[in-house]
């Protein structure tokens, strides 16, 4: 129609327009407009041998939607901005067990995928079986595999540092809170028990306070964990998400915070602010850990692995709030 050649109006649709004349590309758009054209994305990735597409994993591991903890909703708007921004597209797939995993990734050819929630063993099973790169969050078993990418944080170190804080508060009777004792809330739990150890307080697994990640039984645990509270007067918790319902229970219960028993977060949502009291809790920037897992896949699915870094720890920072009562004074 427009006596120019498929590759000039391929530069125009694609934006590469520095060796067509501004004549030319004033052209090709209008008719572009003019036909509502779109370019056969499949038909393209087809003849490049590569989908563009970035798989998000995110485990479930007990909760029934992984998304309603605001920590999992601020990582996944991270990773879809910067997948976009880099000429990607992003598919999202929460699951509760491995093996699922396998059809959904062979099926659409993926290009690469970030996982998030996995534990012990389980990103090895997914390795063997997908041999593209991999960008890992918050996973503590995979250092040694090739063709991974570890992001995580100083977690014991922070919670060292949150669980020191609290004891200088002059608490001594301290339980430590989580939905499980592995991976990096396990890290958040060494981290409570270093500082409890070097203060000459109990550490043991006794202090441990189990909280249940789904709907199934939650009201029957908070009860519990109203009752056992009693024993502390503090309580450290892995995450602002179970910081929060424990709050919200303690108090429904007629117990004061932070007068009665004190309560800490780690993540620093938003909501962790919004709470009352709000929080004294542990600060990650969860924009930079979703940028960041992206821009180190990129760059391995690009071919430039010697820029990419096999393991970035990225720090943190207590928020000091007001949820923990110095009982010094």
């Known amino acids: 129609m427009l006596n120019v050649s498929t590759t000039t109006v391929s530069n125009v649709i694609h934006g590469k327009t520095k060796e067509v004349s501004p004549a030319n590309v004033e052209r090709i758009r209008k008719v572009l407009e003019e036909y509502d054209y779109m370019p056969n994305i499949n038909a393209r990735n087809l003849a490049s041998k590569r989908s563009r597409i970035i798989g998000m994993v995110v485990k479930v591991n007990g909760k029934e939607n992984p998304f309603k903890d605001q920590f999992f909703g601020e990582l996944l708007g991270a990773v879809e901005e910067r997948v976009r921004s880099k000429g990607y597209n992003l598919m999202v797939y929460a699951l509760n067990d491995v093996q699922q995993v396998q059809k959904f990734i062979l099926s659409w050819n993926m290009d690469g995928l970030v996982t998030c929630g996995f534990v012990e063993g389980e990103i090895s099973y997914l390795q063997e079986r997908y041999k593209k790169p991999i960008v890992i969050i918050d996973d503590y078993d995979t250092d040694d595999l090739d063709n991974c990418i570890n992001v995580r944080l100083e977690d014991k170190k922070a919670a060292y540092e949150m669980t020191k804080y609290v004891i200088g508060c002059g608490h001594k009777k301290i339980a430590f809170l989580a939905d499980n004792n592995i991976n990096l809330d396990h890290q958040r ?79 620093d949502v938003e909501y962790a602010s919004l709470v009352r009291p709000a929080l004294t809790t542990v600060r990650q920037d969860i924009q930079e850990k979703g940028q960041v897992a992206v821009d180190m896949l990129v760059k391995m699915l690009e071919g430039k692995p010697e820029e990419a870094e096999t393991l970035v720890v990225l720090p943190t920072r207590m928020v000091i709030r007001d949820s923990v009562r110095n009982i010094n004074k």
């Not at 028990?193 to 199934?216: H, T, V, W, Y």
């Not at 919200?248 to 309560?263: F, M, T, V, W, Y």
Request: hydrophobic share 35%; proline share 3%; with cysteine.
């Open 189 to 267: 739990f060494l981290g409570y028990c270093q500082a409890m150890e070097e203060a000459g307080l109990p550490d043991s697994e006794e202090n441990f306070l189990k909280i249940c990640s789904g709907n199934r039984g939650e009201q029957d645990n908070l009860k519990e964990l109203c009752e056992r509270s009693y024993a502390y007067t503090a309580i450290i918790c892995a995450s602002d998400y179970y910081a929060s319902m424990l709050l919200n229970a303690l108090q429904d219960s007629g117990r004061k915070i932070p007068e009665d028993i004190s309560i800490t977060g780690f993540d």
